[in-house]
């Protein structure tokens, strides 16, 4: 399940933080359990355990909030910065949704110091006045992926750090798929062969659900030249010119059509079952993203990833999502906490640690080379997301997951045509735009 939270309003099948995307990843844990482990320079911590909504040491000097899958990683360099200045008390607190629990603190003056998330929040983060701008070296910042420091931008300021970049591609089952389809149009006719002779039950796996899901229908409007939101000169997204209906954006709306009156797509696949359905062995071919390998790795399959395939002849581009530490624009100590985001996630060891923990291929460049020499996942991965762009940070986003993943779902179960079902997609986004 990818585990990934949009704006406001959550995809079907995308919950809290995963990242996923995509993303990092969250194990949904019980609600009201507080938990906290202490960084000294003379006692060690204990792994962080699953949290509902945490509560701030009064007491520590540096706070850390994290999912429960990247806690343990943080906590380790926790200990080491505590030490390295003078026994201070850092925390590490495990926050089943950084976001919203982030937020909330925030605004009473409890939330951490630091928190660990998706570039996405970046925009409404600034906007509720809860994050800082950092100081990042320009020698620093040339160390990582463009794409990833473009994501901790916002208003020409930098944000944050980033420590791992995602993005979806294609998974085979390469026991029924030993090649990567050629195209779309390729993979489909292969999967029908294979559902024909009955080795398979499905011709993809791709989340949809019954509300959809446009952070896998965006690809689609992509690669037509369509989107979302059109660019300004500098490269930022206009969120006052929405191309959700645009000629572009409605080729991609039709081939979704397609696939739909094929049984290639379908809203009886989403985030609850993709993964148990590829896992069975029983469907060739899966869009997801790294999120999903741990499982197909536990089930035994033999997969090998690729970049999306052409469609019509189009190159299929995924939305890239960068996974970044963020200060407090109330921390405690704002110079401790910059401290520890400008001068420690840049570090190698700490990528790699990261990396270990979500599969997601690092941010810093150097880490990126050293893993991707003995991992072939990552390699694909990274390939996969090629002429990718990242996910818009902007606030506006909130207004378009819904509408436009709901959108898409009519389409591909043919209870709408796309022209009229997208304009009024694009009518619902401008409007809520306008709300704010």
């Known amino acids: 399940m990818h585990k990934r939270a949009f704006g406001a309003v959550a995809v ?40 509902g909504a945490p509560v701030r040491d009064a007491n520590a000097d540096l706070v850390i909030w994290a999912d429960n899958d990247r806690a343990p990683i943080v906590q380790k360099y926790a200990d080491q910065f505590a030490k390295e200045n003078g026994g201070i008390k850092v925390v590490v607190q495990v926050a089943t949704d950084v976001r919203q629990q982030f937020k909330d603190a925030t605004k009473v003056g409890k939330g951490p110091d630091v928190i660990v998330g998706a570039h996405d929040w970046l925009g409404e983060l600034v906007q509720n006045a809860t994050v800082a701008p950092v100081n990042l070296d320009p020698s620093v910042s040339a160390k990582f992926a463009p794409a990833a420091i473009a994501a901790t931008k916002f208003g020409g300021q930098t944000y944050g750090v980033p420590y791992a970049v995602e993005n979806i591609g294609l998974v085979r089952n390469t026991a029924l798929a030993p090649e990567a389809p050629k195209s779309m149009e390729d993979l489909v006719a292969k999967g029908q062969a294979l559902v024909k002779s009955g080795k398979a039950t499905n011709i993809l796996i791709q989340e949809v659900g019954k509300t959809g899901n446009a952070y896998y229908t965006y690809p689609y409007l992509k690669a037509f030249g369509g989107g ?19 000629a ?50 536990k089930a035994g399959i033999k997969y090998a990833i690729s970049p999306l395939p052409t469609i019509n002849g189009h190159a299929m581009q995924p939305f890239l999502g960068v996974q970044m530490f963020y200060v407090s624009a109330k921390a405690k ?30 941010a810093l460049t150097e880490a990126y080379q050293e893993v991707s020499a003995t991992n072939a996942d990552v390699k694909a991965w990274f390939e996969a997301g090629q002429g990718g762009q990242p996910m818009p940070n902007i606030p506006a986003m909130n207004s378009v997951w819904g509408p436009l993943g709901q959108a898409a779902a009519d389409v591909i179960a043919g ?16 409007a809520n735009i306008a709300k704010g």
């Open 12 to 51: 079907t099948g995308v919950a809290a933080l995963l990242m996923s995307g995509c993303g990092g990843s969250s194990t949904p844990a019980a609600a009201g359990k507080t938990s906290s482990t202490t960084a000294t320079a003379t006692t060690p911590a204990a792994s962080p355990t699953t949290t």
């Open 333 to 362: 100590n704002a110079a401790l906490a910059e401290e520890f985001v400008t001068n420690y996630v840049p570090r190698k060891d700490v990528q790699e640690a990261l990396f270990a923990a979500g599969n997601r291929p690092p």
């Open 248 to 297: 572009a954006s409605m080729q991609g709306a039709m081939e979704l059509q397609k696939l739909g009156q094929l049984k290639a797509l379908s809203t009886n696949v989403s985030g609850d079952n993709a993964d148990a359905l590829f896992d069975a062995g029983k469907a060739p071919f899966y869009i997801t993203g790294p999120w999903a390998i741990d499982k197909a790795k």
């Open 228 to 246: 979302i939101f059109a660019t300004k000169a500098n490269g930022d997204y206009d969120a006052s010119k929405v191309i959700v209906n645009s």
């Open 415 to 430: 209870k709408a045509q796309p022209q009229a079902r997208f304009d009024a997609a694009q009518k619902e986004i401008v």
